[in-house]
């Protein structure tokens, strides 16, 4: 009996000084990993401050609208960055979401460019679908009516400035489709217009805005007359369609313009001398 407590106190002694040997170990380990961290830390804040990491000019932003690259002034317009300035202060989110402010930006992405230090500006711009004018309140003989342009309009209503754009973009052809009116009258309704005037078979060259209840659209048939923006706008548009089909019944260069406001009794109004309306019901 003896000899085993003496074993078991043995036993315990040399557990007690493994756990020892351990906890140590752990120690040492945990400084050391301490020591690492804290060196590549304090070496990665040293690599951080070194002057090679400063945008120092606005050659240091390349900038590109899908494939083009931007020009100095485009890019001198679209930034607000001051230089000289750390790399690692600047927000690449914060400058994306104050692009995408902008009327004539969709999307952008913003990335550090490390070797050479910059950063990388990807934008999307809006695309253009119609022109908006601003119509001439006063017309004499000399100055026969011209409406100016205002800027450019996207399918979803957005208006642009038509100078800023060009500025992104000076070799653009700009679309065909006028709209004449204040845009405050049209740009709620238009994202639900634009689709019906581009599936239309009938060229549609302008829509004039100017009184919101009675919409003119200036067509290959002639103008036509379609009233109020409504739910029946899409039938408007069908009964239109079928309207290009009467073209071996009458001449439509005597047509003054089609009325549309009734759908279900649409109107054919001639140029001639004491013509009458021609009712139509295609």
Known sequence: MPGTVS???????????????????????????????????????WVAVQPIWVVKAQEQIIVKS????????AIESLLEIS???????????AIANSLEE????????????LFPPGLNIEIQPRVPVAITLQ????????????????????????????????????????????????????RSYWSQVYPLLTQSPVKIMEVDWQDPNNIILKTQLGDVHIGAFSPELTRKVKILAQMRYLSAKMDFSQIKYIDLRNPASPLVHMNQINAKDHPENP
């Open 102 to 113: 902008k009327p004539t930006i969709a999307q952008a992405t913003v990335r550090r460019r």
């Open 7 to 45: 074993g078991s106190r043995n036993d315990l002694s040399e557990r007690r000084h493994q756990i020892r040997r351990q906890h140590r170990v752990k120690i040492i380990q945990a400084i050391w990993r301490t020591v690492v961290i804290s060196g590549l830390a304090g070496g990665l804040f």
């Open 135 to 186: 119509p001439v309140s006063k017309v004499t003989s000399q100055s026969p009516r011209q409406n100016s342009p205002a800027g450019l309009l996207d399918g979803n209503g957005v208006l642009m400035p038509l100078e800023k754009y060009k500025l992104f973009h000076p070799q653009i052809k700009l679309p065909s489709l006028k709209v004449i009116g204040s845009p405050e009258q049209y």
């Open 83 to 93: 230089y000289p300035q750390s790399l690692w202060r600047i927000k690449p989110q």
């Open 66 to 73: 899908g494939e083009q690259l931007l020009s100095p002034e």
